[in-house]
């Protein structure tokens, strides 16, 4: 079974500019996560979709938007970057986020370069 | 809140030594917790897993047990080969459910030399 992929891979962007990420989960997993990781903030949790609904949302700026497609397929979206933005985005996929048991496998992840 | 804490490295070692990386989680709820390892330029793996208090996770020579008395969800193994080598983080899952996302330590560097 394939994993999580994660496209593209890599992006150089200005600030000021928009980003659009892809995510596609492990097939039959509904719940789609993403996380940003920096050197400083370490691990973060953007906001999580299931369903096609953002079921929860962590402590980022509204510049930061998400949506999930009845494929389960996720995006995330930036907008207005700033260098700050800088980072690897970190994608995750579930079966079903009800369950406390429930793993999440990780994408290879996007890292961001905002200049 | 909910929050991990680990220690940070990077922790040496020499190969075929005994690694303990220390992890603890604030008792808010009933989380599951996690140990995943990134190599470089990749995205997370899962190493092993805990569901419940007293459960051992286990996977490629690596232990960890969920200890509620203590908050601890230490990782062990007990000869490390030079392959080990790579960040590892600790995670708790928030609250009840998935939705919440994890919430991760800082990361462990974990460098093994031959």
């Known amino acids: 079974k394939a994993g999580v992929t994660q496209t593209p891979r890599y992006l150089i962007k200005t600030r000021g500019q928009q980003v659009t990420l892809s995510c596609s989960p492990i097939?039959?997993?509904?719940?789609v996560s993403w996380y940003q990781q920096t050197p400083g903030q370490g691990l973060q949790f953007l906001f999580e979709?299931?369903?096609?609904?953002?079921?929860n949302k962590g402590n980022f700026p509204g510049r930061f938007s998400g949506r999930q497609f009845s494929n389960s397929r996720s995006e995330m979206n930036v907008s207005t970057l700033e260098l700050g933005d800088s980072a690897l985005y970190l994608c995750?996929?579930?079966?079903?986020?009800?369950?406390?048991?429930?793993?999440?496998?990780f994408g290879p992840g996007t890292r961001l370069l905002v200049l | 809140g909910n929050s991990v804490t680990q220690m940070e490295g990077p922790v040496t070692l020499s190969e075929e030594a005994f690694l303990t990386i220390n992890c603890t989680y604030t008792?808010?709820?009933?989380?599951?917790l996690f140990w995943y390892v990134q190599y470089p330029g990749e995205g997370l793996q899962l190493l092993l897993k805990?569901?419940?208090?007293?459960d051992k996770g286990s996977n490629k020579g690596f232990e960890a047990t969920y200890r509620k008395e203590t908050t601890s969800f230490h990782l062990e193994k007990g000869s490390v080969q030079v392959s080990d080598s790579a960040v590892y983080f600790c995670?708790?899952?928030?609250?009840?459910?998935?939705?919440?996302?994890?919430?991760f330590g800082k990361g462990t560097h974990l460098i093994i030399q031959p």
């Open positions: 995750a996929s579930s079966l079903w986020t009800e369950n406390p048991q429930e793993t999440q496998y």
């Open positions: 008792a808010t709820g009933y989380p599951s």
């Open positions: 979709y299931f369903s096609e609904t953002q079921r």
């Open positions: 805990a569901t419940k208090a007293d």
């Open positions: 097939s039959g997993h509904r719940s």
């Open positions: 995670a708790r899952t928030v609250g009840g459910g998935g939705a919440d996302g994890l919430t």
